[in-house]
């Protein structure tokens, strides 16, 4: 990838000479969705699709980004000048938002940079090809400008900034960290209230992750992603009158059932439950995959998607086909909506004597059910964003 890149960028910016070249994963979800913005437990890995970026520091103020994939909006410039979110930018709000983000926590470049990237991440698939994107922003920025104070951390937490204040969406920290955090075949363990995190290897000697791409794109700025921040603020809200607690994730669902006629919105009752409920199971499930019990992990996979699409409604038909398939199919230890929801993928755990099955079964009937096909993508866990070399 790294020729095609440079090629591209030395026929938009007349030679590719001083650019360097930077990789950013993907991430998904194990379990714990919809937890991180309640101060509960998450369990992402980082993946080997991702973005992959070219850059090189400018001698003037101004930006250019230019994206492979979406070559139908030529370079997008932009000026160190005018950090403004604009609709003409379209993706590029994204990078642009990390300079920002950087700018407001005191890291304003003196000097613009070009930017070409091309990413195998589909866009709305809900593999957080946006927090991939922020963090290889920000990794390039430390490596042009020479800004060796942040940490990885810090890049994740500017990339959240970046698109809770430029781009409007209320995302929590999930994303970002997993990106900026990834390690080769292990997933993260986070405490999103505390940022404590340890990584805890997935080996699945008999089995393989297969993502599923529904083909159906969510947009989680326009979506009901922010509505359900809202009602489980809402939620929590009550719960405080009586309760002295920060967070949803400071409840265990004992707790929680024992006071949740406090909560009066029969709405926002099943949006707090669901985060009660699955930051117990995301902590259940990492222990389960301690102890090598890759079953009682399935299950709980299972558990959170019928939470998932009953108690926090962001699953959707098309989704809830894929999972529907999958659990008829021996061999499949367990399946779950992972990403914000409203379309994307899920992620199943699958025995590798049924991939084969798997892959050929719901995708005939996926195809007759909804009328357009799946795709279907066997990851491995890699690491976070880096400079590669060049």
């Not at 430029?166 to 929590?172: I, M, S």
């Amino acid at each position: 990838m790294k020729k095609q890149l440079f090629d591209k960028f030395a026929e938009l910016f007349g030679d590719s000479d001083g650019a360097h070249f930077y990789f950013s994963p993907g991430r998904v979800n194990l379990i714990g969705e919809h937890t991180d913005y309640n101060g509960g437990h998450v369990f992402p890995c980082a993946l080997t699709l991702g973005t992959y970026g070219a850059a090189r520091k400018r001698d003037d103020r101004l930006i250019h980004f230019y994206s492979m994939n979406l070559n139908r909006f030529g370079v997008v410039e932009a000026s160190l000048d005018d950090l403004t979110n604009k609709k003409e930018y379209n993706w590029a709000n994204y990078p642009l938002g990390v300079v920002w983000a950087f700018a407001e926590k005191g890291y304003k470049p003196e000097h613009g940079f070009d930017m070409v990237i091309w990413g195998n991440i589909p866009n709305g698939s809900g593999l957080s090809s946006s927090a991939s994107l922020e963090v290889l922003t920000g990794v390039i920025l430390t490596d042009l400008f020479g800004i060796d104070s942040l940490t990885m951390t810090d890049l994740a937490l500017i990339g959240q900034y970046s698109e809770n204040n430029f781009n409007g969406c209320n995302c929590g920290i999930m994303d970002q960290f997993a990106v900026a955090m990834g390690k080769k075949d292990n997933a993260i363990f986070l405490d999103t209230n505390t940022m404590n995190f340890e990584y805890a290897p997935i080996a699945l000697d008999d089995a393989k992750i297969i993502i599923t791409n529904s083909k159906v794109k969510h947009s989680l700025v326009d979506s009901a992603y922010n509505d359900r921040r809202q009602e489980c603020s809402d939620a929590l809200a009550a719960l405080k009158t009586e309760l002295d607690i920060n967070a949803l994730g400071d409840l265990t669902p004992e707790e929680f059932d024992a006071h949740s006629s406090l909560i009066q919105d029969p709405v926002q009752y099943k949006r707090a439950k669901h985060a009660v409920y699955e930051n117990q199971r995301t902590i259940e499930a990492v222990d389960a995959l301690k102890k090598g019990d890759i079953a009682q992990f399935g299950k709980l996979m299972n558990q959170s998607h019928i939470s998932l699409r009953d108690d926090y409604e962001v699953s959707c038909e098309e989704i809830d086909i894929l999972v529907d398939l999958a659990w008829k199919i021996p061999g499949v230890i367990g399946s779950r909506i992972t990403g914000g929801g409203f379309g994307g993928c899920t992620v199943s755990i699958v025995k590798n004597d049924a991939v084969d099955t798997f892959i050929e079964s719901i995708g005939r009937a996926y195809k007759e059910k909804v009328g357009h096909e799946a795709e279907f993508y066997t990851v491995d866990i890699g690491d976070g964003a880096s400079r590669i070399e060049g």
